[in-house]
């Protein structure tokens, strides 16, 4: 299972493109034509606006924001990474993309998934296995940077257990955390059944519903108190009105 992402992850992508000519609302003809729009930029390159056909998107899925794409334009191979992916609204159609031209011998900083490996004993005692983060940034070359961070949850043993940034081995030692990144941030936390949740939360509710009694009945209480002392006072009243 390792050694089969491993070759997914170093697996060299290609995608042929031209320059594009069409700008603003005129690439919507492009889009009728079958073609994306995209741009490529990047530090110390000058930015060239391209367009690749749309049945080239599988190379962007099987890419996602983590490998390498060598755009071949105009006999040059350019190392890139999908920088950004503007979607379509309502239909969700590619609408256009953003490519990072990167140097593969200067690490970078990207996000990446979190994946979750191995059975936690825990669960098959109807515990809940949370996962808090879902995707953490790192600092590597381009070319090192792994699909998903995997992070075996095998350990997971009793209530409360949980695994932090700290107690997960990143694929490489080439690879790490990206600056700022907290170790101590949870990853995954065991949590109680869902049914001593429930049971947890009608105690709650039904303590909140005394309270509320009580409280309903101590503001009657400070209502007939301030009746009869109007009551009390309003001889007195009638009395100056006479005099």
Same mark, same amino acid.
Request: proline residues 5%.
């Given at each position: 299972?390792?050694?089969?992402? !491993?070759?997914?992850?170093?697996?060299?992508?290609? =995608?042929?493109?031209?320059?594009?000519?069409?700008?603003?609302?005129?690439?919507?003809?492009?889009?009728?034509?079958? =073609?994306?729009?995209?741009?490529?930029?990047?530090?110390?390159?000058?930015?060239?606006?391209?367009?690749?056909?749309?049945?080239?998107?599988?190379?962007?899925?099987?890419?996602?924001? !983590?490998?390498?794409?060598?755009?071949?334009?105009?006999?040059?191979?350019?190392?890139?990474?999908?920088?950004?992916?503007?979607?379509?609204?309502?239909?969700?159609?590619?609408?256009?993309?953003?490519?990072?031209?990167?140097?593969?011998?200067?690490?970078?900083?990207?996000?990446?998934?979190?994946?979750?490996?191995?059975?936690?004993?825990?669960? $098959?005692?109807?515990?809940?296995?949370?996962?808090?983060?879902?995707?953490?940034?790192?600092?590597?070359?381009? !070319?090192?940077?792994?699909?998903?961070?995997?992070?075996?949850?095998?350990?997971?043993?009793?209530?409360? /257990? /949980?695994?932090?940034?700290?107690?997960? $081995? =990143?694929?490489?030692?080439?690879?790490?955390?990206?600056?700022?990144? /907290?170790?101590?941030?949870?990853?995954?936390?065991?949590? $109680?059944?869902?049914?001593?949740?429930?049971?947890?939360?009608?105690?709650?509710?039904?303590?909140?519903?005394?309270?509320?009694?009580?409280?309903?009945?101590?503001?009657?209480?400070?209502?007939?108190?301030?009746?009869?002392?109007?009551?009390?006072?309003?001889?007195?009243?009638?009395?100056?009105?006479?005099?």
């Amino acid at each position: 299972m390792t050694d089969r992402k !491993t070759k997914q992850t170093k697996e060299k992508l290609s =995608l042929k493109v031209e320059k594009r000519n069409l700008f603003g609302r005129k690439v919507k003809k492009l889009r009728r034509q079958g =073609l994306i729009p995209a741009v490529v930029y990047g530090h110390n390159f000058d930015s060239v606006a391209v367009q690749f056909p749309r049945h080239q998107l599988k190379v962007i899925k099987r890419a996602g924001e !983590t490998s390498v794409i060598y755009l071949e334009l105009d006999n040059q191979k350019i190392p890139v990474m999908i920088k950004q992916i503007q979607y379509h609204p309502v239909s969700g159609q590619v609408l256009h993309l953003d490519f990072y031209k990167v140097n593969l011998k200067e690490k970078v900083t990207t996000e990446v998934p979190i994946e979750l490996v191995g059975e936690a004993p825990i669960a $098959k005692e109807g515990y809940n296995i949370v996962q808090v983060l879902h995707e953490v940034e790192i600092s590597a070359l381009p !070319t090192d940077i792994p699909k998903e961070i995997e992070v075996d949850i095998s350990g997971l043993t009793q209530e409360g /257990d /949980d695994i932090r940034l700290k107690d997960v $081995k =990143l694929p490489g030692e080439k690879i790490e955390f990206a600056e700022g990144v /907290d170790p101590e941030e949870t990853v995954v936390i065991v949590e $109680k059944p869902a049914e001593e949740k429930e049971e947890e939360t009608a105690e709650e509710v039904s303590e909140e519903g005394e309270e509320t009694k009580e409280a309903k009945e101590t503001k009657e209480e400070e209502k007939e108190k301030k009746e009869e002392e109007k009551k009390e006072a309003a001889p007195e009243n009638e009395v100056k009105k006479e005099n």
